[in-house]
């Protein structure tokens, strides 16, 4: 089922949102974003130099491989399940 086919879904990208590539960031310079701290991103020079950058990299040349580097990363988190795990109220700390 498509994002389009269900009333209560909504695509974080809307120009592109069945396509894995750049145009989330071209949305966040654009302030097209659903969540504030995907706009909050925008408000830092740092990240938004990085935005900028791959906003414009329409062939996935330095994008691609970070993502793909990035997942592969974050793949290796031991994510704790059940009663091993938690939710935490503050996430800077363990309940």
């Known amino acids: 089922m498509h994002y389009y086919e ?10 592109t949102p069945d396509v894995l590539d750049v145009q989330y960031y071209t949305n966040v310079l654009n302030n097209r974003v659903l969540f504030f701290c995907d706009y909050s991103l925008s408000t830092d020079p ?6 900028q950058l791959y ?11 970070k993502f793909i580097a990035t997942m592969q990363k974050l793949s290796q988190f031991k994510v704790l399940t059940g009663t091993q795990g938690q939710i935490r109220k503050a996430c800077s700390a363990v309940n």
């Open 55 to 65: 906003s414009t990299d329409f062939e996935n040349v330095l994008w691609r491989p």
């Open 46 to 51: 740092v990240a938004k130099a990085t935005m």
């Open 6 to 15: 269900n009333p209560r879904k909504v695509p974080q990208d809307h120009v």
